[in-house]
């Protein structure tokens, strides 16, 4: 017995199709601009002397937590990428990962907090969500690579997509979970619904975002060697090269690189707990 098939691929197909037709001087500007940021942000970081960028790093990392251990692992591990010539690649790759991460916080974070307070609204994005998180990485660059070309954007634009729904999620739980006891404690004391927001739901709310935005960082520097694939620059394009060739110490030193900034940015984000007593 033939069933006909559902043409949900040539739909698809089709609508990409249309949209380069019509939409070409749109995706090429877009292009441009994500290319040239993007570029200018990684030259603005090589212009510095490795050497002050990696005490320039340290001097965030300690700020930042406090903890002497983890800043003397920073300098170290930033050290030995120095050392094993991929200062450059991950230059490339963090900076690709600190802007979709940017981009990513930009937009998540305010849909978390709609769809904290619009609970038809989550629902109906809850799909979409869920589509974004179990599609292959791979997937998303077919119509990227068709909409943008060769380069560094149809990464971009696969990291943002793939990454974007772990700090709407933990947003909307974080805002979600605040205690009606706190809300209505706030609304006894007169605050506006700006005021409850950014005086009682936020603060409670931080540490669940702040994972989201830990876990967007992971996310998107788990796109780096699928977005090489795509002609995006950093250390994806080691990995690939020595995939290419079965080339075993390439691909050892670039992963090894890849897991050190990938610690290295997990332990400097995380939200840093308070010392008991009070200290800071």
Same mark, same amino acid.
């Given at each position: 017995m033939d069933i006909k098939k559902i043409p949900l691929?040539?739909?698809?197909?089709d609508f990409v199709d249309w949209l380069t037709l019509h939409g070409t001087d749109v995706f090429?500007?877009?292009?441009?601009?994500?290319?040239?940021?993007i570029h200018a942000a990684t030259?603005? @970081?090589?212009?510095?002397?490795?050497?002050?960028?990696? =005490? @320039?790093?340290?001097?965030?990392?300690?700020?930042?937590?406090?903890k002497w251990s983890l800043t003397i692992f920073c300098v170290l591990s930033f050290l030995l990428i120095l050392n094993l010539g991929y200062w450059q690649e991950t230059i490339e790759t963090l900076a690709q990962v600190l802007f979709a991460t940017l981009v990513c916080v930009v937009i998540g974070v305010p849909l978390g907090i709609f769809a904290a307070h619009k609970p038809r609204f989550y629902t109906a994005m809850q799909p979409v969500l869920d589509l974004m998180q179990t599609v292959p990485t791979f997937v998303y660059l077919i119509p990227t690579l068709t909409l943008f070309g060769l380069g560094v954007v149809p990464g971009l634009i696969s990291t943002v997509v793939f990454a974007i729904a772990a700090p709407i999620r933990l947003t909307y739980l974080g805002i979600h979970d605040v205690p009606a006891e706190?809300?209505?404690?706030? +609304?006894?004391?007169?605050?506006?619904?700006?005021?409850?927001?950014?005086?009682?739901?936020?603060?409670?709310a931080m540490p669940s975002i702040s994972a989201g935005i830990t876990q967007c960082i992971m996310l998107s520097l788990s796109m780096?060697?699928?977005a090489a694939l795509v002609g995006a620059d950093g250390l994806g394009k080691p990995v690939v090269r020595a995939l290419n060739t079965a080339d075993i110490a390439?691909?050892?030193? =670039?992963?090894? =690189?890849?897991?050190?900034?990938?610690?290295?940015?997990?332990?400097?984000?995380?939200?840093?707990?308070?010392? +008991?007593?009070? =200290?800071?």
């Amino acid at each position: 017995m033939d069933i006909k098939k559902i043409p949900l691929g040539d739909v698809t197909a089709d609508f990409v199709d249309w949209l380069t037709l019509h939409g070409t001087d749109v995706f090429d500007t877009i292009a441009d601009v994500l290319e040239t940021t993007i570029h200018a942000a990684t030259n603005s @970081l090589l212009w510095f002397h490795p050497l002050a960028l990696i =005490a @320039l790093f340290a001097i965030i990392a300690h700020t930042i937590q406090r903890k002497w251990s983890l800043t003397i692992f920073c300098v170290l591990s930033f050290l030995l990428i120095l050392n094993l010539g991929y200062w450059q690649e991950t230059i490339e790759t963090l900076a690709q990962v600190l802007f979709a991460t940017l981009v990513c916080v930009v937009i998540g974070v305010p849909l978390g907090i709609f769809a904290a307070h619009k609970p038809r609204f989550y629902t109906a994005m809850q799909p979409v969500l869920d589509l974004m998180q179990t599609v292959p990485t791979f997937v998303y660059l077919i119509p990227t690579l068709t909409l943008f070309g060769l380069g560094v954007v149809p990464g971009l634009i696969s990291t943002v997509v793939f990454a974007i729904a772990a700090p709407i999620r933990l947003t909307y739980l974080g805002i979600h979970d605040v205690p009606a006891e706190l809300l209505d404690a706030g +609304k006894a004391f007169g605050c506006s619904r700006r005021q409850l927001l950014t005086r009682v739901e936020l603060p409670y709310a931080m540490p669940s975002i702040s994972a989201g935005i830990t876990q967007c960082i992971m996310l998107s520097l788990s796109m780096v060697v699928v977005a090489a694939l795509v002609g995006a620059d950093g250390l994806g394009k080691p990995v690939v090269r020595a995939l290419n060739t079965a080339d075993i110490a390439v691909g050892f030193e =670039a992963g090894l =690189a890849i897991v050190l900034l990938a610690i290295m940015l997990d332990r400097v984000c995380k939200q840093r707990t308070p010392l +008991k007593g009070g =200290a800071a």
